[in-house]
């Protein structure tokens, strides 16, 4: 029989005793959507977990160092050091770091221990300048306040406990000024004559005490990209550029003084690198390392995290499967009962001509369209439960005043491969009933009352 | 031996089953030959083996020994596809209960056998009409079996069976549901659509008078064996 004269039979059959096939349809469908609401879920708490990682920046960034920079200070065993030569992590070392391939950004970690006055109190912290990209790595959501007007502009971000130090009301300070009290970095003037007699290197730098103004904009509950390299968690947070062009004495500084002659030049303590995606922090982590620097990535860390919800997602899809299994049985049911039914029909067939595998292939068909339909509704059902659980959710996150999130999540190939998975196993539980059909007697069927 | 005149040839067909550890000889060793065009009726009681016999003609059955030829085909060298095959395109079938599909409209009904035999679907809707004619049935075509009278289902049960336009037309018990009016008119059909279609039809029906009134010969079937074969005189169908 033709495909298209199949289907029409297979369709006519279905719509013929259509509530029980609806039933046994809806059975499918029950089944699909307790295996896409399972893995929406698996594949929703991913995406929240690497979308939170990856905004916290830890695994699509490098950590660059120079190669001689002092161990300690909570730093990761540095990986065995290679052949090329130490070189200054200079501006020329961030830009060539900025051509390599798959780098979105290079930026210093502007990181400094001050004094803040406020209400003409004093206040020890650690000052971060936070890239301009950070406003839009979800890291700053569900903050009190704004983000920086400006990649310039004198403003400051407030953790909340320092902001709690400042003041009792935190939600006040935004809008209230605050006097950053910095160490500013004058280089002095170079010795001219390299060969001094006394041999000794020229250089160096003087430190004046600054002061800024800034505007508290915003409060944040932890620093955002605290990263690997800081020295204690900043405490408040300001534009890197303008933390840049305040030339603050920096921890790494009294070290470059002494060690070579690059008072004049900016240098950083360390650089964070950007890459486009995590899978592309392994060679970028190597192709830093083969420039002279120490690198350090926590892909490792990614990569077990992605092996535990790999096996997070099997456990989840095993127990979705468990009702998908029980709809197969309906399956089996249905068309065994109709192979009882149309026990007549099926001989008719035969001695019209129809072959054992029309025969068959009739209740195949019958079997896959309840699976594709199954399939079908059974991903509008889970998509919507999958809503409705993160629906409930984010009411019972917004009674303890948390952050809604968005729990599950229903890519394009989990509708297909749901819906494909229905068929087959919608065609495997016709396997039995199709082949029974098949054989049956056709003298024995056309005899049946 | 068949000849090119030979529609259907038997020889020493048998068929046994075994039913609760018993055998039963359904069909014992009948040889019998059908010239093309001819209306044989094969008469006998029940459980004489009639309705065994025709289904081994129809290929829905195998003999447990002996050959069947039909339509220069050996029954017995066809695999089961094309048995199927054979059925769909060399056989035409009516029944007793007329086995019309009850779910299927009977324009439905009398297409199915040209979708199983893979007809265009642009041929098939002149195919279902010349075979509704033939017939002489051409209203309620989008009626339902079930809203028919005995008559006039058998008539679609005989478009169905003529619409693949086969060699040989296989009856069983064709009148047995009807009354004896309405049967005779369905064999006077029979008989007029062989002679127009040159067929060969094999009717199985234990009604003596009316099969020697529209057949050409009488076969007599019991207890599975072939009694006698004769023709049948004008004299004695009247």
């Known amino acids: 029989m033709k495909p298209r004269d199949l289907s029409d039979l297979a369709f006519r059959n279905l719509r013929e005793a259509i509530l029980r096939n609806a039933l046994t349809t809806l059975g499918v469908a029950v089944g699909v959507a307790s295996l896409v609401a399972m893995l929406s879920l698996g594949v929703g708490l991913q995406e929240l977990a690497s979308k939170r990682l990856s905004q916290s920046g830890l695994f699509d960034t490098i950590f660059v160092t120079p190669k001689n920079n002092f161990r300690g200070m909570g730093r990761p065993q540095r990986e065995v050091q290679s052949d090329k030569p130490p070189r200054t992590l200079d501006e020329d070392a961030r830009k060539e770091i900025e051509k390599l391939p798959n780098v979105i950004e290079v930026y210093p970690q502007v990181r400094f221990f001050t004094e803040v006055r406020f209400n003409n109190k004093p206040f020890a912290t650690v000052v971060a300048g936070m890239p301009d990209s950070s406003r839009n790595s979800g890291s700053f959501d569900g903050m009190q306040g704004y983000f920086f007007s400006s990649p310039t502009a004198d403003e400051a971000i407030l953790q909340i406990e320092f902001a709690t130090d400042l003041s009792e009301k935190p939600a006040s300070l935004i809008g209230q000024d605050l006097v950053l009290r910095y160490a500013e970095r004058q280089a002095l003037p170079a010795n001219d004559d390299a060969s001094s007699p006394s041999g000794e290197p020229s250089g160096g730098f003087s430190v004046v005490p600054k002061e800024l103004r800034l505007k508290i904009v915003g409060i944040v509950e932890t620093e955002p990209a605290a990263g690997y390299g800081g020295y204690g968690n900043a405490r408040l947070l300001m534009p890197l550029s303008t933390a840049s062009t305040l030339r603050a004495a920096q921890v790494n500084d009294l070290r470059d003084i002494v060690r070579d002659n690059t008072a004049n030049k900016t240098t950083y303590a360390s650089l964070s690198v950007r890459a486009k995606s995590p899978s592309q922090v392994e060679t970028l982590e190597a192709s830093i390392k083969s420039m002279g620097f120490a690198a350090f990535s926590l892909l490792d860390a990614s990569k077990s995290l992605r092996t535990f919800f790999s096996v997070f997602d099997l456990l989840l899809g095993i127990f979705g499967s468990l009702a998908l299994a029980v709809a197969t049985l309906g399956i089996v049911n249905t068309l065994v009962m109709a192979i009882l039914e149309r026990r007549r029909e099926i001989g008719v067939l035969k001695a019209l001509g129809a072959a054992d595998s029309d025969v068959q292939q009739l209740f195949f068909v019958e079997a896959g369209v309840m699976g594709l339909f199954g399939g079908f509704f059974g991903v509008l059902f889970g998509w919507l439960l999958g809503r409705a659980i993160t629906f409930g959710t984010n009411v019972y996150l917004k009674r303890q005043s948390l952050n809604p999130i968005e729990l599950s999540s229903v890519p394009w190939w989990l509708v297909i491969a749901a819906i494909v998975f229905a068929i087959l196993v919608s065609l495997a539980a016709g396997l039995y009933p199709a082949s029974r059909a098949a054989k049956l007697n056709p003298v024995d069927a056309l005899r049946y009352e | ?238």
């Open chain 2, 1 to 238: 031996m068949p000849n090119a005149e030979t529609a259907i040839q038997l020889e020493h067909v048998s068929r046994q089953y075994t039913m609760g550890g018993a055998t039963i000889q359904a069909v014992n060793d009948v040889s019998l030959s059908v010239a093309r065009n001819e209306f044989l009726a094969l008469l006998g009681s029940s459980g004489s083996g009639k309705s065994t016999l025709l289904n081994l003609i129809a290929g829905l059955d195998r003999p447990t020994s002996g050959s069947i030829m039909a339509q220069g085909q050996n029954l017995a060298e066809l695999t089961s596809i094309e048995l199927a095959r054979y059925r769909c395109n060399t056989i035409g079938m009516i029944f007793q209960s007329f086995n019309l599909l009850p779910r299927m409209t009977l324009e439905e009904n009398i297409e199915l056998p040209l979708r199983l035999a893979e007809v265009d679907r642009e041929e098939r809707p002149g195919r279902v009409r010349e075979a509704l004619e033939r017939v002489r049935l051409t209203h309620r075509l989008g009626h339902r079996p079930t809203e028919l009278s005995g008559g006039e289902q058998q008539r679609v049960a005989i478009a169905r069976a003529l619409v693949n336009r086969p060699k040989i037309l296989l009856a069983d018990e064709p009148t047995g549901n009807l009354d004896s009016a309405t049967g005779e008119a369905i064999l006077s059909l029979l008989r007029d659509v062989q002679r127009q279609l040159g067929m060969t039809i094999v009717m199985v029906t234990h009604e003596r008078p009316l099969a020697e009134r529209y057949a050409d010969r009488l076969a007599i079937m019991g207890d599975g064996k072939l009694l006698s074969a004769s023709e049948i005189t004008k004299e004695a169908a009247r």
